[in-house]
């Protein structure tokens, strides 16, 4: 019975987790004004709901008995500190006003407010994108440094570090207001993007965590979208991101083995989805000549034409991913051209590209799985064996792993 009370504590711990997390950080963060206390605050008060939660029973708000204990946290340490009790009474009034903060806010979402305070020119820019994954978004240093091919460790020393300067400086949480928007918009769309692809790579590891950061990703891009309608940009990433969310459908088989793009299909794809991806996109291209976004999202629009045609022009693809190359984009999408050149192309014209990336491809398991892929296409099995082997090794995701798994066996 303990043990099914303390299971129960933590499933909603979970849930409020996922749920919640950035929206409790930014209302505490807009009240006290420090980024990193209300963080602190808030794992404390997971922390105790933890103890208390399998004894006295999982709350009727979960949510709301996390926000009144790190609030009272909270207003401990402003007691204990002199400088802040001078501003106790001021806390002490914000604090009781706490459940008004969303209707109150000047932006129409909590979580949105964070974004643009993590994107505060006063900031290390290199710091912008990692904090409001963190901050708002409730990505641990683990899951970010994937989205920056770095290490864990030096992901959390650089978040760490970056918060320290924040308390030495004195800079302070300011709310931030719709007309911030603009000159902070690349770092959020930024941001936007990663926690959607943070998503998609936790589907095969936890899929309620995928669907979570997958929806608040397509939410917050339609909502910056609207914000900012004369953003190119903002319109060009709600539609990547409702292009690729329109397959969601058809990457997993009933029994969630998982089906790669070109045996994916199309039928599956939500239409809605891709409609409003196609609307948003000629949204962007009226606007400005594509960016990064509009480019890739234009390249998710020639996949979305199977639905219609049932081929995929690749030449048009390839052509794309050459522009998209020219924009400074990272690894992925230079391993996406090769693979895009090598449809169009043939097998050696992707095999070149991708030996020219082998050196800085480290232990990047797309890398190894395209490698493989078209070792295969050439008739270089041994070859494509071991590399099919190796990006198994790397994935985290077990149906990808099984996936990857059997093409090796098929060799």
Known sequence: MAADA??????????????????????????????????????DA???????????????????WLLTTARRRLTDLARKAAVRARAEPELAVLMDRVGEAAEQSPLPDERLALLLA??????DPALHTPLMLQAALGLDAARIDSAFLTSPAAMGQRLARGKAK???????YETPVPADL????????????????????????????????SGEALFLARLVAHLAPEAAEACALQALIAHCEARAPARRGPDGVFIP??????????AALIDEAESALRRALALAPPGRFALEAAIQSVHAERRRTGTTHWRAAAALYDRLVETGAGLGAHIARACAHGEAFGAGVALDQLEALQAGAGEHQPYFAARAHWLAAAGRSGEARAAYTRAAALSADPALRAFLQGRAAQL
């Open 6 to 43: 303390a299971s129960g504590a933590r499933a909603a711990a979970d849930a409020a987790a996922r749920n919640a997390y950035g929206k409790l950080v930014a209302i505490l963060a807009r009240r006290c004004g420090d980024l990193a206390a209300a963080e602190d605050a808030l794992a």
């Open 46 to 64: 997971f922390t105790k709901a933890l103890d208390a939660w399998p004894h006295s029973g999982v709350p009727d708000r979960p949510e709301a």
């Open 118 to 123: 993590c994107a505060d020119p006063q900031i």
């Open 166 to 172: 924040l308390r030495a400086a004195g800079l302070r």
């Open 182 to 213: 603009p000159a902070r918009l690349a770092p959020v769309l930024q941001a936007i993007y990663a926690a959607y692809t943070a998503g998609f790579d936790l589907t095969g590891e936890d899929p309620a965590k995928a669907r979570d950061l």
């Open 261 to 270: 793009l070109a045996q994916q299909d199309p039928a599956l794809w939500d």
